[in-house]
């Protein structure tokens, strides 16, 4: 019995030691996978920054868009409604400086991209946004979603539009 009692001590100190080691792996992978979330989660989005003013990239935004003989369906201000609803939540910090979505569309680019599969409804239109962050004066931000390479090698269409959103993102903040 007094051995089976050592037996069972020793079995709990080595499995306090494994314990330790779980432990430590299960935090490693932990701390991985969080990385990885994170880069996915950039990954999603393009951004590109400006010195220029917020109403200059705007105008740069419009003209872009505009140029290539697209509509621009909507201009949603966003800072505006996230500070309404703010403060109607008691959630009254707020996350932009200027916060602004345009959305637009390409009747061509958009019928070529659901007609190669039909889900892709979900991508249009197409949003380009620009804001700027109270803690970078000086500094506008323009971003537009990206999709993944698989995405792309596989559509024609959709690396039409990828590049179409690249080249208006990139022009606006030249502007």
């Excluded at 996978?33 to 220029?52: E, I, K, M, N, P």
């Excluded at 868009?65 to 996230?82: Q, S, T």
Aim: hydrophobic residues 45%; contains cysteine; aromatic residues 6%.
């Amino acid at each position: 019995m007094a051995e089976r009692a050592l037996s069972h001590s020793r079995a709990r100190v080595r499995c306090s030691r494994c314990g330790a080691g779980i432990l430590l792996l299960a935090l490693s992978i932990m701390l991985a996978t969080a990385a990885l979330a994170a880069d996915r989660t950039t990954a999603s989005s393009a951004v590109y920054v400006s010195d220029s003013a917020f109403g200059d990239v705007m105008d740069g935004l419009r003209l872009a868009i505009e140029e290539r003989g697209l509509v621009i369906n909507n201009i949603m201000h966003m800072n505006e409604m996230l500070e309404r609803t703010g403060a109607d939540l008691g959630m009254d910090q707020p996350l932009f400086g200027d916060a602004e979505s345009v959305e637009f569309c390409s009747a061509v680019l958009s019928r070529r991209m659901m007609a190669e599969d039909p889900t892709r409804i979900v991508n249009c239109p197409f949003i380009i946004a620009v804001y700027t962050l109270l803690d970078q004066p000086g500094k506008t931000f323009v971003t537009h979603r990206r999709w993944s390479a698989e995405a792309l090698a596989s559509s024609q269409a959709m690396t039409e539009v990828a590049t179409m959103l690249e080249q208006i993102a990139e022009q606006a903040v030249t502007w």
